[in-house]
């Protein structure tokens, strides 16, 4: 490896000497980094500021991605470039034209977005009046206009238009003027508009702050330099995958998963639904083809567009799996590193819905589906992924003081499965999603709620050579009348065991009303009211375990029992480890309970 | 008035003397003990005052910069930590944000999973619970189930506790009743709490910072015990103080109570020790620039005021902490930076570095692998036999056999490629620097930068050229500049209270008497202290955003009675502040009062200027010319550069560049186009044009 690097750069056909590349190639991060710092210090919603459900990006003229910020959820940049091919495909059947001073909004789903609530507002770049690029910057709004409050938690919209308003690449500053009816329009469509509408304003004012920066750089440099050095640098991160992937053993590695849909509803097309997914390694390409999935839910907002969430979430994990940043370092995220990557999926199918089936709640099963991959690629490189990773659930809470809208989204996190040499992250958000909890003193402090508990579950440790992670219990209660809505999963199928690894466990929603009998609710819950008094309980799913726990050191057994993960009783039942009272190793036992289980 | 200064460093613990009545000013440079870093620091100080000649009884202050507590957080070495909690709310610490740190990867560790400051096991719970907004108590607390928790941790060896409470920021009284319970059971146990530490919202945050405080509590305490027994051993009785990462000196009794506040003890230092050294020459608004072997350590200092890092971007070892801290960004590039091509073909450098051992191939200690160092020297910046002052001569031949190497790997020429590594190197550097000005509103170009450090003289003009800034000032020391900085400090203490007060609906009593009772606590403090009155300066702010926003601006407030009048102006200093920070306002949005603060500022004596050494016209001063390589309009050229000993030159004679200036400490390098100019305090300013 030590000699090819000299001939790599060589063979690679670099446009440029590599100090200035190097230089240009920093100073486009360092772009990204300052849109994405100043877009979560201003916005006013939790969901961008807290959570940091929002992306930044630069793209040349056709879209393509330069850098992103680090600070975004990957479900967030990496959409971007999906959403500038959408635009220009809608300005061109328009017959519009892009110029200075402009400002694009757009969230249509099967233009790039993939749901409505992720809005993005585009800045084209111009310099002495060529379009040299985007400056963009997009974000999970609170609210889009949909049927019920709030923009997460709307599974019973029955199509595109019920899922709030759909935003087809229009000027939201034309030539530097700001289109007033647009901008009332909104005012008078979204709840909660004070808010979503600062939290718009922030945006602009980032993605303009990049578009700034980026023609200081090409005026440093001239456009040509700085043309050649993102080249440069999407081919670099295109070599980079590409010797990742040839380091894999050619072969096809097939996996199948299912998300619970709807697992209340007594339509059989509406739940229980498979997510297929094979992988086909060839040389220094790989195809991900989805056959095998199930086909589209038409009348519920479950559907994953192709563009901007399934090839996302592909992306996702075959990122993460073969260049993992703890092992191999920062790599530039472009578009370079998506080249030797090839999506096949079934048309009018879950992965791959058409117009106007509804998208609005795709979230979950997209994280299905890099799961479902992730399994996948488990047959060839089974030491580099994790079991089973538990899923998400999105939760809105809302309710009406004096005239107006308040509306508050959570997250609450899923956990990974063991992996080679490691138990699984407890508690923590997932695969395409990375965005943080809020905290309980300032929820309390500004809302209506009040957290309860949070803390992980007892005696739930998914058993494995190393064990899958362990969820956490978070309670919700209301303090005055409000609502309620929920889009989840993993309620009725738990995340996989690995070589050997039992399942993780599943995860659960409670209703425990003020007065009555808890009820327990599904995963996809449209707005429910909710009195004063009244609790919501949201239960985490745990990770599937990895390897035979008959084989975990038992050391750690006996350090989970101490540390109240495991229980006496579970670890001599799952993990054949015997605990005396006073929590010691009872060695000899063990030997003898574990030559047992060998010997049957 | 008699002072030491005393920085201890990963490899040599540096000492400045200084007597403020006769202003002399001795250094003293010893090696690092590192198994015990106070014992090394009193030899030196030992060593300091036979030198002189004097007692060590008449010192009045010893000023300590330490890494004790950063080592005990880095290399996780702690105390055996118990925490007490809310029933409900074990795991607080364990979850936290439930973000991974890293978008990609599936093998990564998250820091307070991986390396827990209190186990699960240690952390328990009980009853009692406070609510906003006026700290109402929704359940008592259960005294009973602490006394019981309290005996339990002795009978387990617990070494240190925090007590976390939710909403203890609005209302401490629970946790003060526990800490005081854990206390009388177990005497002999370190026993923290998160509102003592860290009174603001954000319990993970808040929490952690409480645990990290318990954790390295034991250690720091020890420290400081033993570095007092060691000051009394030695016949000195003056006062020690201990720099804090906010940039002032606290007593070592307050700092054997909050370790935590000592986590960037030494880069704090370098900070001060900056811009007290531009500070001479009337320059306050400054970019430090302290580059060493591994790392390079950026603050920003405007009308003579560090900039304070905001409390939502303090991590240490990738965990958050809640306090005051001086704002220095850290990037991995020093003059150890290892030059390299990565498996993608791209040209590298740093952030790994050679260290000292095996170094720089230049140090002809075995190095194999081309740094920043050996660029220097291929291309002339550094004189083989006057680096270090001449205590350490380099190899020329090693250092151009390892760029030989890295440029054949590249395909590049060999001077092409010595010369990419300072460009990459310095590019990386301004953009460090870029991030803590340009993306907050400042102009570069309106600053001059500081160069210190081993390695900052030497590339502190290029990189000013980068940005546009058109003075560097290179200190008369730039290698002892921490131990000198950190005799320019006062004590200084903070105070913080979380508001949540809404403009329109301010309770102005409430806040001014909120106000009050922070003055309070920080006169109790300095009156304990003993210092007088008069020589304490109060200072008043507040963290405030729109409501609505996450992220707060401090705002300065006024002194005095709070009315409706300085309110509007608080107001419009932020609307203000804000359009200067982000490039954008929200007039129309109301204004959220987050916490307020108060900084208190007791006098302490300090180091006096140095008189400049040289008398000497610059022919004098010259020690020979040799080949130096630059790059002018896009091509490298070669130069015929006069090398200079610094401490010859005379005040006020410019110096025309190319020109390498050598002294024991550092190399400062003069490009084409550049003068130096020795000026008041001793300083080198380098100027570009005429």
Not at chain 2, 163 to 182: G, M, N, T, W
Request: hydrophobic share 40%.
């Amino acid at each position: 490896m030590t000699a090819e690097p000299a001939l790599k750069i060589r063979d690679g056909g670099a446009r440029m000497d590599p100090v200035t590349a190097s230089v240009i190639q920093g100073a486009m991060e360092n772009i990204a980094v300052e849109m994405g710092h100043k877009l979560m210090r201003m916005s006013y919603s939790s969901i961008i500021r807290e959570s940091e459900d929002f992306g930044a990006a630069l793209t040349d003229p056709a879209g393509r991605q330069l850098c992103e910020t680090p600070q975004s959820t990957p479900l967030q940049s990496g959409p971007i470039p999906g959403y500038i091919e959408g635009i220009l495909q809608i300005f061109a059947e328009r017959g519009d034209v892009l110029a200075p001073g402009d400002v694009i909004i757009h969230n249509s789903a099967y233009h790039g977005a993939s749901h409505g609530p992720d809005v993005a507002f585009c800045v084209p770049v111009f310099v002495a009046g060529n379009l040299v690029g985007f400056s963009v910057t997009t974000a999970h709004h609170l609210d889009i206009g949909a049927l019920s409050p709030g923009s997460c938690g709307i599974v019973d919209a029955m199509d595109a238009y019920a899922e709030g308003l759909q935003m087809k690449a229009l000027k939201i500053y034309d030539a530097g003027r700001p289109n007033g009816p647009l901008w009332q329009m909104l005012r008078d469509n979204i709840r909660a508009s004070d808010l979503v509408v600062g939290d718009m304003e922030a945006q602009i004012a980032a993605a303009r702050i990049g578009a700034d920066r980026f023609i200081d750089l090409i005026e440093r440099y001239g456009l040509a330099t700085v043309e050649a050095a993102y080249e440069d640098l999407m081919d670099y991160s295109e070599r980079i995958m590409r010797d990742a992937i040839a380091a894999l053993p050619d072969g096809r590695y097939n996996a199948r998963t299912f998300i619970d849909g709807f697992e209340d509803s007594e339509d059989p097309a509406r739940r229980d639904l498979p997510i297929e997914v094979t992988a086909i390694v060839a040389g220094d390409t790989i195809t991900v083809d989805f056959a095998g999935t199930a086909p589209q839910v038409a009348d519920r907002p479950i559907n994953m567009p192709l563009k901007g969430t399934t090839d996302c979430a592909v992306w996702l994990t075959i990122r993460s799996i073969l260049l993992d940043t703890a092992v191999h370092g920062h790599i530039p995220q472009n578009s370079g590193l998506t080249r030797p990557i090839k999506i096949v999926a079934p048309p009018d199918s879950l992965v791959n819905p058409t117009f106007p089936a509804p998208t609005i709640a795709r979230f979950c099963s997209g994280n299905q589906a890099a799961d479902t991959l992730m399994k996948a690629l488990g047959q060839a490189v089974p030491r580099q992924i994790s079991a089973g990773v538990g899923n998400l659930h999105v939760v809105s809470f809302s309710g009406i003081r004096a005239t107006s809208h308040w509306v508050h989204m959570e997250i609450h996190e899923g956990c990974y499965g063991g992996r080679f040499g490691k138990d699984g992250l407890d508690a923590v958000d997932t695969l395409y999603a990375n965005t943080r909890n809020n905290p309980i003193e300032d929820i309390e402090s500004h809302l209506p709620l009040r957290v309860n508990r949070y803390e992980l579950r007892d005696d739930v440790c998914p058993p494995g050579k190393w064990r899958g992670g362990i969820g956490s219990i978070r309670e919700f209660e209301f303090t005055e009348n409000g609502g309620v809505s929920v889009e989840g999963e993993g309620h009725v199928y738990p995340p996989w065991g690995f070589d050997g690894g039992a399942d993780g466990h599943t995860s659960a929603l409670i209703f425990v009303p003020n007065q009555g009998n808890s009820v327990p609710l599904p995963s996809k819950l449209p707005n429910k009211m909710a009195r004063a008094g009244d609790k919501i309980v949201m239960v985490g799913p745990c990770g599937g375990g990895y390897g035979d726990p008959f084989e975990r050191d038992s050391i750690r057994v006996v350090e989970d029992v101490r540390d109240g993960y495991v229980s006496i009783a579970r670890a001599r039942s799952d993990f054949g480890v015997v605990i005396t009272a006073s929590l010691e190793l009872d060695e000899a036992e063990t030997e003898k309970l574990r030559r047992e289980q060998r010997s049957h | 008035m008699r002072l030491i200064g005393v920085d201890v460093g990963g490899t040599f613990t540096d000492l400045v003397y200084t007597d403020t009545s006769s202003n002399q000013t001795v250094i003293n440079k010893v090696p690092t003990t590192l198994e015990d870093p106070s014992i090394g620091a009193i030899a030196g100080i030992k060593t300091l005052c036979a030198r002189l000649n004097i007692d060590p009884g008449v010192v009045d202050h010893v000023l300590h910069g330490t890494t004790i507590a950063t080592n005990a957080v880095l290399e996780f070495d702690g105390a055996k930590t118990g925490i007490v909690t809310n029933e409900g709310y074990r795991d607080i610490l364990h979850i936290g944000r439930h973000q991974r740190p890293l978008n990609y990867s599936i093998m990564q560790d998250i820091p307070w999973q991986a390396r827990p400051l209190a186990r699960r096991r240690h952390r328990r719970v009980v009853g009692g619970r406070i609510a906003p907004p006026k700290g109402e108590v929704l359940q008592p607390l259960d005294e009973q189930a602490v006394r019981e928790i309290a005996r339990e941790f002795k009978a387990e060896g617990i070494e240190a506790a925090a007590v976390c409470f939710l909403f203890s920021y609005i209302d401490p009284s629970h946790e003060d009743r526990a800490k005081q319970i854990i206390e009388e059971e177990y005497p002999e146990c370190f026993v923290t709490s998160s509102a003592q530490v860290a009174p603001q919202f954000r319990e993970f945050e808040r929490f952690t910072t409480a645990a990290m405080n318990a954790f390295i509590g034991p250690k720091v305490r020890d420290y400081v015990a033993n570095f007092e027994a060691g000051l009394s051993a030695a016949n000195l009785d003056a006062d020690l103080h201990i720099m804090g990462s906010h940039g002032g000196a606290a007593t070592a009794s307050l700092v054997s109570e909050k370790p935590i506040l000592t986590l960037l003890s030494g880069p704090a230092a370098g900070v001060l020790g900056g811009a007290w050294a531009a500070g001479l020459g009337g320059r306050d608004r400054l970019i430090t620039f302290d580059v060493g072997g591994t790392s390079a350590d950026i603050g920003i200092v405007i009308d003579g005021r560090f900039a304070e890092a905001t409390a939502r971007d303090t991590y240490i070892g990738g965990y958050p902490v809640l306090v005051p801290m001086i704002d220095i960004e850290t990037i991995g590039a020093g003059g150890g930076s290892i030059a390299w091509v990565d498996r993608g073909g791209a040209f590298r450098v740093g952030p790994q570095s050679a260290g000292s051992r095996p170094g720089p191939a230049a140090y002809g200690h075995g190095g194999l692998k081309p740094t920043v160092t050996d660029a220097n020297l291929v291309l002339g910046r550094l004189d083989k036999d006057h680096f270090l002052g001449g205590d350490m001569s380099l190899d020329s031949a090693a250092a151009r056999t390892v760029i030989d190497g890295l440029a054949a790997e590249l395909g590049l020429d060999p001077l092409e490629t010595a010369a990419g590594i300072l460009t990459i190197l310095n590019s990386n550097m301004a953009n460090a620097i870029r991030s803590r000005t340009v993306q907050k509103g400042l102009d570069p170009r309106d600053f001059a930068l500081v160069a210190f450090g081993g390695a900052g003289p030497l590339h502190g003009a290029e990189v000013a050229d980068m940005l546009g800034i058109p003075e560097v000032v290179v200190p008369a020391h730039p290698g002892i500049t921490s131990a000198a900085g950190l005799l320019t400090t006062d004590l200084k203490y903070d105070a913080i209270k979380t508001e949540f007060q809404v403009q329109g609906a301010i309770d102005l009593s409430k806040l001014s008497g909120d106000f009050a009772s922070l003055e309070a606590d920080l006169r109790r403090q300095y009156a304990a202290d003993g210092i007088a009155d008069r020589d304490i300066r109060l200072s008043r702010a507040g963290d405030l955003r729109y409501l609505g926003q996450g992220y707060e601006l401090r705002i300065e407030f006024p002194d005095g009675i709070i009315d409706a009048a300085t309110l509007e102006e608080v107001w419009q200093a932020f609307h203000a502040g804000h359009e200067a920070e982000y490039g954008h306002v929200f007039p129309d949005s109301q204004i959220e009062i987050v916490n307020i603060r108060m900084t208190g500022v007791g006098l302490m004596p300090k180091i006096a200027a140095p008189s400049p050494r040289g008398d000497s016209a610059p022919a004098a001063a010259r020690l020979h010319s040799g080949d130096c390589v630059f790059r002018i309009d896009g091509a490298l050229r070669t130069f015929e550069t006069i090398y200079y000993a610094r401490q010859r030159l005379a005040t006020d004679v410019p110096v025309p560049g190319p020109a390498v200036f050598v002294q024991t400490d550092t190399t400062t390098v003069v490009p084409p186009g550049w003068f130096a100019t020795v000026e008041t305090g001793d300083n080198m300013i380098l100027r570009r044009g005429h």
